[in-house]
């Protein structure tokens, strides 16, 4: 290999090391594991909404199955739609999500979602819509919370 081409290939090598840590630290968004999410399960929602008044509950299931019935006192935002800055969750000091049950990730994701966009108090309610309901629950149809 002559000067030249192993001058080139170091060029190459450092370039592509380069970029890549360039690409790396363009990520500033905290590593959020499943470990970090906190579960809720209904007997604590229960408490939670009984003792906290800045508790906001949020269904991140679609329009459609939130007007099919959701827990009393929830507010829609679907997944895709979920922003750590969403102006309904300004004045909250907890926020819990929700999906339809045990076998529904979305509520997992949510809050993941929220934890890594630096909200600091997020809980998953694990069961969700059909647990709530099952377990007694005030569920309302409709688009009102």
């Given at each position: 290999?002559?000067g030249?081409?192993?001058?080139?290939?170091l060029?190459?090598?450092?370039?592509?090391?380069?970029?890549?840590?360039?690409?790396?630290?363009?990520?500033?968004?905290p590593q959020?594991?499943d470990?970090?999410?906190a579960?809720?399960?209904?007997?604590?929602?229960?408490?939670?909404?009984?003792?906290?008044?800045?508790?906001?509950?949020?269904?991140?299931?679609?329009?459609?199955?939130?007007?099919?019935?959701?827990?009393?006192?929830?507010?829609?935002?679907?997944?895709?739609?979920?922003?750590?800055?969403?102006?309904?969750?300004?004045?909250?000091?907890?926020?819990?999500?929700y999906?339809?049950?045990?076998?529904?990730?979305?509520?997992?994701?949510?809050?993941?979602?929220?934890?890594?966009?630096?909200?600091?108090?997020?809980s998953d309610?694990?069961?969700?819509?059909?647990?709530?309901?099952?377990?007694?629950?005030?569920?309302?149809?409709g688009?009102?919370?």
């Amino acid at each position: 290999m002559t000067g030249h081409a192993r001058t080139l290939g170091l060029l190459k090598m450092f370039l592509v090391v380069g970029l890549a840590g360039l690409a790396c630290a363009c990520d500033s968004s905290p590593q959020v594991t499943d470990e970090d999410v906190a579960v809720v399960d209904e007997v604590e929602l229960k408490q939670l909404r009984d003792d906290e008044p800045g508790l906001i509950l949020v269904d991140v299931r679609s329009e459609k199955r939130y007007g099919l019935g959701h827990i009393r006192g929830a507010i829609n935002i679907p997944l895709p739609k979920l922003k750590p800055t969403d102006p309904r969750l300004a004045d909250a000091k907890h926020v819990v999500v929700y999906g339809e049950g045990y076998q529904n990730a979305l509520s997992h994701a949510a809050a993941k979602k929220l934890l890594a966009g630096g909200r600091v108090l997020v809980s998953d309610f694990r069961g969700g819509y059909q647990l709530w309901r099952d377990s007694g629950g005030e569920v309302l149809s409709g688009d009102n919370p």
